[in-house]
């Protein structure tokens, strides 16, 4: 019989922990797969400032999102391409939820004032958010190229290198087109032929095959699910677009950038692009 106030069908502490690994001199800890020594030790901070560690971290942390948001987008762009359009979907609609997560990080670093920013702003030299080259990567991926944007990069040849790959290639946008044209809807050959490093640009017979899709969902269901699919993942792109913007002006307001930009004016600017322009004119057009 158990002791008075002791349930014997619970395990005690020592039986419990029996279980548990706790000699890791020959396996693998969680310390070990995640290498965290690495990670946490990544924060190099350069001055005295409280608020510089809350800098730096929120942005390595984007960096980490924005490499899972190109390994999705990769993986959404060779599945379109292999025709494996339910496999796309679940790719894409995991980006937008990143993005959700990046957007969610601004509210973290609105909490610094621009007194505490300027605590250590000095320490930051030339380096600015505009030089991230996954970002960039990002916004080619999704269609928005301008080759201009890879100068930044040209110190290193990996990286400019890898940058242009990116730029020459068909976006996720250009891969939907071929989709529609292979489906049977009339897409101009320009539209599908074309010098992929170039900014697209809009034409009226990419609206009106978008149109006939949404006027006939239930015959073209999957090419239905894949406009939404993109729609999310721009507006999710267009919000994260705008907290950065309203971000910098709550904390530098309209002073030039650290990487000579013109801060909230070119962040302005940039709300106003458009990656799936004929997926915004059609609700329009219907």
């Known amino acids: 019989m158990a002791p008075e106030g002791k349930d014997d069908t619970t395990p005690s502490n020592d039986r419990w922990e029996s279980g548990i690994h706790t000699d890791f001199s020959r396996a693998m800890s969680y310390g070990d797969y995640l290498q965290l020594d690495k990670i946490l ?3 190099e901070i350069r001055s005295e400032a409280h608020d510089e560690m809350l800098f ?14 190109i390994h999705e987008i990769r993986g959404a762009a060779t599945a379109l391409t292999d025709g494996k359009l339910q496999a796309a979907f679940k790719m894409l609609a995991r980006v937008s939820r990143i993005q959700s997560q990046i957007i969610q990080s601004w509210d973290i670093l609105s909490t610094m004032t621009p007194s505490d920013y300027l605590t250590f702003r000095d320490t930051l030299g030339q380096s600015s958010g505009f030089q991230s080259w996954q970002y960039r990567s990002v916004e080619f991926m999704l269609g928005n190229k301008n080759g201009a944007l890879v100068k930044p990069h040209m110190h290193d040849k990996a990286l400019s290198n890898n940058l ?16 529609l044209a292979e489906n049977g809807l009339a897409i101009d050959a320009s539209r599908l032929d074309r010098d992929w490093s170039k900014p697209y640009e809009p034409h009226e017979s990419v609206e009106a095959a978008w149109v006939e899709i949404y006027q006939q969902p239930e015959k073209y269901w999957e090419l239905y699910q894949l406009a939404e699919k ?31 930009t013109s801060g909230v004016g070119f962040l302005k600017k940039a709300l106003d692009h458009r990656f799936f322009p004929e997926l915004w004119s059609l609700r329009t057009a219907l």
């Open 164 to 179: 242009t790959s990116i730029l020459n290639a068909p976006s996720v946008y250009d891969l939907a087109l071929k989709i």
């Open 230 to 260: 993109l729609i999310d993942v721009e507006d999710w792109f267009q919000q994260w677009r705008f907290r950065h913007m309203k971000t910098v002006e709550r904390i530098i307001g309209f002073k030039t950038g650290t990487g000579g």
């Open 56 to 69: 730096v971290i929120i942005h390595q942390a984007s960096e980490l999102w924005l490499k899972l948001m």
């Open 41 to 43: 030790d990544a924060q």
